[in-house]
């Protein structure tokens, strides 16, 4: 099915180590975002990127890095997990232009501990 | 700061009756402001948008009205039904850049039967 897909949808790290979050997506999509949700905070802008090989920082970026080397994926580092970056993650894909929405994954949930 | 604050934080309506979510924004440069439904465990989806030349948006039972001088827009969901029960954000793009979405912290609302 045509979509945004995220692994792993759950996972428990300590502090201090390091994971990427894994985002792909079949739909040719220009634009990916990371997002993080937590509670009464809506979502924020991690990182994002219109292309392949071009990132940027979003509202949230500090302790986290991202690259676009295809355009098909674009994953999501911890570099050094805190507990602050408990949280649910979600990365969306869309297009330039007004008239199309972007499609967010499913979301992967962490808990650093 | 909160780029754009939504109310309230949530909401119980009976069934049948109209669901009203409220949003306010600062930053005048925002000309798309979508609204996204999200059910418990799934990301985020697209239901409604508007852009600031229109005061308002119909799209079935899901109203979008649009204040531009107040910088307010608002989501109403007329005949509400219990499979409405979500959290609904409000979010605004600046210059088509449709990959930074802005949200608003979001309204859990519940449609009692």
């Known amino acids: 099915n045509a979509g945004v897909t995220q692994t792993p949808k759950f996972q428990v790290l300590k502090t201090g180590q390091s994971m990427t979050l894994q985002c792909a997506q079949d739909m040719n999509h220009e634009y990916m975002s990371w997002y993080r949700q937590d509670p009464g905070m809506g979502l924020r802008l991690i990182h994002y990127s219109v292309g392949a090989g071009i990132t940027d920082q979003g509202e949230v970026p500090n302790g986290y890095n991202v690259s676009r080397s295809t355009t098909e994926d674009f994953p999501l580092r911890l570099l050094s997990a805190a507990p602050s970056q408990t949280s649910v993650y979600f990365c969306?894909?869309?297009?330039?232009?007004?008239?199309?929405?972007?499609?967010f994954g499913s979301g992967t949930r962490l808990t650093v501990v | 700061q909160q780029q754009v604050k939504q109310s309230p934080q949530s909401l119980i309506v009976q069934k049948g009756g109209i669901s009203i979510i409220n949003c306010a924004y600062e930053?005048?440069?925002?000309?798309?402001f979508p609204w996204y439904q999200q059910f418990p465990g799934k990301g985020p989806a697209l239901l409604i948008a508007?852009?600031?030349?229109?005061s308002e948006k119909k799209e079935g039972r899901f109203t979008i009205s649009f204040n531009k001088s107040a910088k307010q827009f608002s989501l109403h969901i007329m005949d509400s039904q219990p499979g409405d029960s979500a959290t609904y954000f409000c979010?605004?793009?600046?210059?088509?850049?449709?990959?930074?979405?802005?949200f608003g912290t979001g309204t859990l609302l519940a449609v009692q039967p």
């Open positions: 508007i852009r600031p030349d229109v």
């Open positions: 969306a894909s869309g297009k330039d232009g007004f008239d199309y929405g972007y499609t």
């Open positions: 979010a605004a793009v600046r210059g088509g850049a449709t990959n930074k979405l802005i």
């Open positions: 930053n005048t440069a925002f000309d798309y």
